[in-house]
């Protein structure tokens, strides 16, 4: 069956994958090998070294762009990493404009470490796509978007984006890490790039650190692929192996994190002591129907703040929360809760944050697949 045509659940378990030839082995086996035998010069099998191409990774980078709707995919060391790539393919010059909320290791990277190589970066709240044009020029080559965003949860509309950017002859990438290609797949929307934290909810499991970029250009592809090869922050064979087998439950998963996203959202928004919860499903959220055009759900990332917006009520729940786990990272199994002023996006200052919303007392939430009455359990006796 051409894999196109597949229903979402069976491309993430068949795309990009076969049987071993060797042995019939239905899983992937893991390549743990660094060079491959030539049987004479300028002749091999497809493979020459373990940083160009990995036949376990191979599979894996076939499996992504599949369920992504793309052509082509390549897996990095980590979501980083794939960001590492895209903005190497910019020249001194070239302006992005991004949006003004996101994780802060992309804000990192953008202003730390590609912004003193002439590269200009404009942060824009993008709730509204028509302002993005408001700061394009002849020199704007990737508008780059999240949505939802870390960790605010706005709704950014791909689509407008993407006339945007077709209008100033600029790419359109989209992280879709928050979303996963089960809820968005921004490619079908207008979008020239995805990036994906693969670490999160691919994954799935917080076992792995791994990027992953999707794209349907055969030019731009080529250039991910030479910048892949040549920086060499390629992923490695048993990581791949265990995200293929994430990647296998991935629409299961998914829909148990948007059912007990929805019951906690819900319960926070009721709770006394809770002023602000940031969730896309809420009729009230301000891009809503936005949302319910490209999303087919709405997740399981929330966040919140407390009434008077106190740091120290924060770091109090987040001493006495016992399911929920206090750690960096998102998109498990298990559920997490995190303080982005102090973790997360510690690496944006104080006023940027504060202009976007990320204030003190907003905590943000991983909801993961747990029975949900033990996770509110968890959540009002860590309240109280």
Not at 69 to 82: D, E, P, T, V
Request: glycine share 8%.
């Amino acid at each position: 069956m051409e894999e196109r045509k597949m229903k979402f659940g069976t491309k993430a378990i068949h795309a990009g994958v076969q049987p071993d030839e060797a042995t019939g082995a239905i899983m992937t086996p893991i390549y743990q090998t660094s060079t491959y035998v030539q049987p004479e010069v300028g002749v091999n099998k497809g493979y020459e070294y373990s940083r160009t191409q990995n036949p376990t990774r191979h599979a894996l980078e076939k499996n992504i762009a599949a369920i992504e709707n793309g052509n082509f995919g390549a897996c990095f060391g980590s979501g980083l990493a794939a960001i590492d790539c895209i903005l190497k393919m910019l020249n001194p010059g070239d302006e992005v404009v991004s949006t003004n909320d996101l994780y802060g290791g992309t804000y990192r990277i953008f202003r730390t470490i590609f912004e003193k190589y002439g590269i200009k970066f404009h942060f824009v709240g993008m709730e509204n796509a028509d302002k993005i044009g408001d700061y394009c020029n002849e020199n704007t080559q990737l508008i780059w978007v999240e949505t939802p965003t870390n960790p605010l949860m706005n709704i950014i509309d791909i689509v407008a984006a993407s006339k945007v950017a077709k209008q100033y002859k600029a790419w359109l990438a989209v992280d879709n890490t928050f979303a996963t290609p089960y809820l968005q797949n921004p490619l079908d929307l207008g979008a020239d790039i995805v990036m994906h934290s693969v670490t999160k909810y691919l994954g799935g499991h917080s076992d792995v650190v791994m990027g992953a970029l999707v794209c349907n250009d055969e030019t731009i592809a080529k250039e991910i692929y030479r910048i892949q090869n040549s920086s060499g922050a390629v992923t490695a064979p048993m990581d791949s192996f265990l995200v293929l087998r994430g990647i296998k439950t991935l629409h299961i998963r998914m829909q148990r994190h948007c059912e007990n996203g929805e019951k906690i959202a819900q319960f926070l928004a009721n709770h006394p002591r809770i002023d602000k919860v940031y969730w896309p499903g809420f009729e009230t959220h301000p891009n809503h129907e936005i949302a319910k055009s490209q999303m087919r759900g709405f997740g399981g990332m929330i966040s919140f703040t407390f009434i008077g917006n106190k740091m120290e009520d924060a770091l109090n729940m987040l001493k006495k929360v016992e399911v929920f786990a206090l750690a960096e990272s998102l998109g498990g199994v298990e559920s997490l809760i995190g303080h982005p002023v102090k973790m997360t996006h510690a690496a944006i200052p104080k006023e940027e944050r504060e202009k976007s919303g990320i204030v003190d007392s907003l905590i943000r939430l991983s909801v993961g697949i747990e029975d949900v009455d033990d996770l509110i359990a968890d959540l009002e006796q860590a309240l109280k």
